[in-house]
């Protein structure tokens, strides 16, 4: 699951983005449009520099601008800096394995495989996102077509004796 800095992270990147590049934009106004608590946010901005993602400079046309144009970032690469691996469990991780001390068999366990099925899908889908492309399903409103909700499986009947 995205953690809160995790998504925070990614609604400042998704703000960077809609400027021009090389255009600084303060923390105090990223916070401000994007509702994130200034301090986290100077944490998860210094993170971000940190790993590339974006440039600061100080002073009064300082602030923060993206190191690299928003086609050309990847959300995968945006929420494995901030929250690290995107597998739901350890020894479903490919970065950041751990085998399971509780688990007799891992090559049989049916909870890895389905853990490891979402991992992959995960990172499919993050790994061939772009921010901008990010950035342009929020402003159409296409959650609707990209982001359905799977059918619901159908319910067993309950017989009562």
Known sequence: MLTKK???????????????????????????????????????????????FVHSRMGKNGGYTLAREADRIMVGEIVRAIDGPLAPIACASKTRYQRCEDCASESACPVRFLMVEAQRALSQLLDNCSLARMCRLGQSGAIDACCEAPPSPPRLAVVEN
């Open 6 to 52: 995790g998504k925070y992270g990614l609604k400042a990147m998704a703000h960077l983005a809609q400027f021009p590049p090389g255009e600084f934009v303060h923390a105090v106004d990223i916070a401000e449009e994007q509702n994130i608590p200034k301090r986290f946010l100077n944490g998860i901005l210094f993170e971000l520099r940190s790993f590339g």
